[in-house]
């Protein structure tokens, strides 16, 4: 059976999801980073940090929103087929769901809004590595978990195209992780390195 018979191309819907779930990572990467060379967010809240940080937060948060909405059109404008047998149709979405949002909101709790939504690009920094429930079972908790809802909801719909979306949502994450990754590492390398006493740091250097 050819991919035609899953993957509608005609359906403006899906490349809208397709170019959301692309921009939204993209979009906060280039404004955190632009953050932390410029201030830009921090001065036009008149130096207020954690101001400038709300307003990415809540920028992240409508962007994703919007990225779930226009997932679930496309797919739902996509050739349906049935993926699993019962009672397995309902009872694996539902438990890749459940456990995709507890990995998302424990996680989101443990790391607070600032520690969320790129707080440290701002020099809002955490005392500390968080290393409780979620992040002790898996690295990026949100990501997984954000996954695993894309993933739950295709197979609940029984839509094929669902499961491709969620591929590329992963291979999207994994590109983003590339970027945030080592340059968090190093804001919190700096940090280290300049509270540590003067002779301690010139052996370090």
């Given amino acids: 059976m ?8 005609s359906k403006t819907s899906l490349f809208l999801s397709l170019g959301s779930i692309a921009f939204s990572p993209a979009m906060w990467n280039i404004v ?3 953050e932390y060379r410029n201030k830009t967010l921090t001065h036009i809240f008149c130096g207020n940090a954690y101001m400038g940080c709300y307003f ?3 920028c992240i948060f409508s962007s994703s929103r919007l990225r779930d ?5 496309a797919i739902l404008e996509q050739p349906r087929a049935c993926l699993l047998p019962a009672p397995l149709d309902t009872l694996i979405p539902v438990v ?3 456990l995709g949002q507890i990995f998302v909101l424990t996680s989101s ?3 607070g ?3 969320r939504f790129m707080g440290d690009y701002f020099g809002i920094l955490m005392d500390s590595r968080v290393e409780g429930f979620p992040f002790n079972v898996l690295r990026d908790p949100m990501y997984v978990g954000s996954t695993m809802s894309f993933a739950a909801t295709a197979l609940w719909y029984e839509r094929p195209v669902g499961l491709l979306i969620t591929l590329y949502l992963h291979v999207v994450y994994v590109i983003a992780l590339k970027f945030e990754g080592p340059f968090t590492d190093m804001i919190y390398s700096k940090r280290s390195k300049s509270t540590l006493p003067k002779k301690q740091f010139d052996k370090e250097v």
Avoid at 69 to 73: A, D, E, F
């Fill in 2 to 9: 050819s991919l035609s018979a899953f993957v509608d191309a």
């Fill in 32 to 34: 955190a980073r632009n």
């Fill in 56 to 58: 990415l937060a809540v």
């Fill in 69 to 73: 909405h226009l997932y679930l059109i």
């Fill in 96 to 98: 890749l769901f459940v």
């Fill in 109 to 111: 709790w443990a790391l």
């Fill in 113 to 115: 809004i600032t520690g």
